[in-house]
């Protein structure tokens, strides 16, 4: 037998596409290897993904409140919407409850929940309910759509585009750090108060609570602008863009300095001695966008101060480098998913 770590989440993924047979139905569009599977619906494409979270894998409900675990469910997914340019419409939630779960920790799940879709504009249309016995599974599936002229893949992008990302990076995964280093705190002593200080919210809040950038799709639809690719911050940047440079067949050149950081995520890197560089490049769970522009329609967005350019595309699909202020190129590399760490 053949350990899952040998070929990781992207090779199990591929191993699956390759053996599944061609659409069936000219309604399907796109199936395995985006952010959502499309499907013709008229004057619009339609858009299907979803997402699984496991307790232990994905979260740790003793700094992770339930309200918090359930917005999160949803805002993942509608991230997975938004990187195809589109809006959600209705979502469906499965959960795998325990038996140490009073109805009470259900009700502030769905409180999260419900949160969301009003925060994101979905209907909670169904789901299905099933016991568990390895804690809470959460798995939601969203439906949403796109005018068919603005559709955006990840497969699109041409040399010379500007690579663009939305809000800052890393801060998500420095707050994971910080959740951590308190619980090992509070295990070693149940007495001490967690000090998560008002500094610290933001980190905090970006682990907790993401937010999906459907503002962005609001804002390149208002401005005209319908990027040439686009794919979800879930895994860090740099997985992200190997995807994106990887399935568009160019290469990329990223400038360190142009990687938008916050000041707490600055100053918590200095802390846990890690690189924010590298915070950004293989911290994950950001759920910010990376898209690319022509160079004409960047200009539009030049001023946007939740855009950052961050380098630009090239026709060498071999190259895809972190470029410092000294002019050092070093290859950018994926970080691998491991099953069950
Ligand atoms: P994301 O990080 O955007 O959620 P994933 O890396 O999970 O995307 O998935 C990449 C692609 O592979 C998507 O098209 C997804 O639908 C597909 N995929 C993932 N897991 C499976 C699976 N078990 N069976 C079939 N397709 C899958
Ligand atoms: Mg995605």
């Given at each position: 037998?053949?350990?899952?770590?040998?070929?990781?989440?992207?090779?199990?993924?591929?191993?699956?596409?390759?053996?599944?047979?061609?659409?069936?139905?000219?309604?399907?569009?796109?199936?395995?290897?985006?952010?959502?599977?499309?499907?013709?619906?008229?004057?619009?494409?339609?858009?299907?993904?979803?997402?699984?979270?496991?307790?232990?894998?994905?979260?740790?409900?003793?700094?992770?409140?339930?309200?918090?675990?359930?917005?999160?469910?949803?805002?993942?997914?509608?991230?997975?919407?938004?990187?195809?340019?589109?809006?959600?419409?209705?979502?469906?939630?499965?959960?795998?409850?325990?038996?140490?779960?009073?109805?009470?920790?259900?009700?502030?799940?769905?409180?999260?929940?419900?949160?969301?879709?009003?925060?994101?504009?979905?209907?909670?249309?169904?789901?299905?309910?099933?016991?568990?016995?390895?804690?809470?599974?959460?798995?939601?599936?969203?439906?949403?759509?796109?005018?068919?002229?603005?559709?955006?893949?990840?497969?699109?992008?041409?040399?010379?585009?500007?690579?663009?990302?939305?809000?800052?990076?890393?801060?998500?995964?420095?707050?994971?750090?910080?959740?951590?280093?308190e619980k090992q705190v509070f295990?070693?002593?149940?007495?001490?108060?967690?000090?998560?200080?008002?500094?610290?919210?933001?980190?905090?809040?970006?682990?907790?609570?993401?937010?999906?950038?459907?503002?962005?799709?609001?804002?390149?639809?208002?401005?005209?602008?319908?990027?040439?690719?686009?794919?979800?911050?879930?895994?860090?940047?740099?997985?992200?863009?190997?995807?994106?440079?990887?399935?568009?067949?160019?290469?990329?050149?990223?400038?360190?300095?142009?990687?938008?950081?916050?000041?707490?995520?600055?100053?918590?890197?200095?802390?846990?001695?890690?690189?924010?560089?590298?915070?950004?490049?293989?911290?994950?769970?950001?759920y910010e966008l990376l898209f690319?522009?022509?160079?004409?329609?960047?200009?539009?967005?030049?001023?946007?101060?939740?855009?950052?350019?961050?380098?630009?595309?090239?026709?060498?699909?071999?190259?895809?480098?972190?470029?410092?202020?000294?002019?050092?190129?070093?290859?950018?590399?994926?970080?691998?998913?491991?099953?069950?760490?």
């Open positions: 037998m053949t350990d899952l770590n040998t070929i990781g989440e992207i090779g199990l993924i591929d191993r699956i596409r390759q053996a599944t047979p061609a659409p069936q139905h000219a309604e399907t569009i796109r199936g395995i290897g985006d952010d959502a599977a499309v499907f013709d619906w008229g004057t619009d494409y339609g858009l299907l993904s979803t997402d699984m979270l496991v307790e232990g894998i994905h979260f740790d409900l003793t700094y992770v409140p339930l309200k918090h675990l359930g917005y999160k469910a949803i805002a993942v997914n509608v991230s997975d919407i938004a990187a195809m340019n589109g809006l959600p419409i209705q979502v469906t939630v499965n959960i795998g409850l325990s038996s140490r779960f009073p109805v009470e920790a259900v009700d502030e799940l769905y409180d999260g929940i419900r949160a969301a879709c009003e925060a994101y504009n979905v209907d909670l249309v169904g789901g299905d309910t099933t016991a568990s016995r390895s804690g809470l599974i959460i798995s939601v599936s969203v439906l949403g759509k796109v005018p068919k002229d603005l559709i955006t893949y990840r497969n699109t992008a041409q040399p010379n585009d500007v690579v663009c990302v939305t809000g800052d990076l890393g801060a998500a995964y420095l707050g994971l750090q910080m959740l951590e280093r295990l070693a002593d149940p007495n001490m108060q967690p000090d998560l200080s008002e500094e610290r919210a933001y980190l905090v809040q970006r682990q907790l609570r993401p937010d999906a950038r459907t503002d962005i799709v609001h804002e390149l639809r208002d401005l005209g602008i319908r990027p040439t690719a686009m794919i979800d911050i879930s895994d860090g940047l740099a997985s992200e863009l190997l995807h994106l440079c990887r399935q568009s067949g160019t290469g990329a050149v990223i400038f360190d300095e142009n990687i938008p950081l916050d000041d707490q995520a600055l100053l918590a890197a200095d802390e846990f001695k890690i690189s924010p560089v590298t915070a950004a490049l293989n911290g994950g769970e950001d690319t522009v022509r160079p004409q329609a960047f200009e539009k967005l030049s001023t946007n101060a939740r855009i950052t350019a961050i380098g630009y595309l090239t026709a060498d699909p071999d190259q895809v480098v972190l470029a410092t202020k000294a002019g050092q190129q070093t290859p950018i590399r994926a970080q691998g998913w491991v099953a069950g760490a």
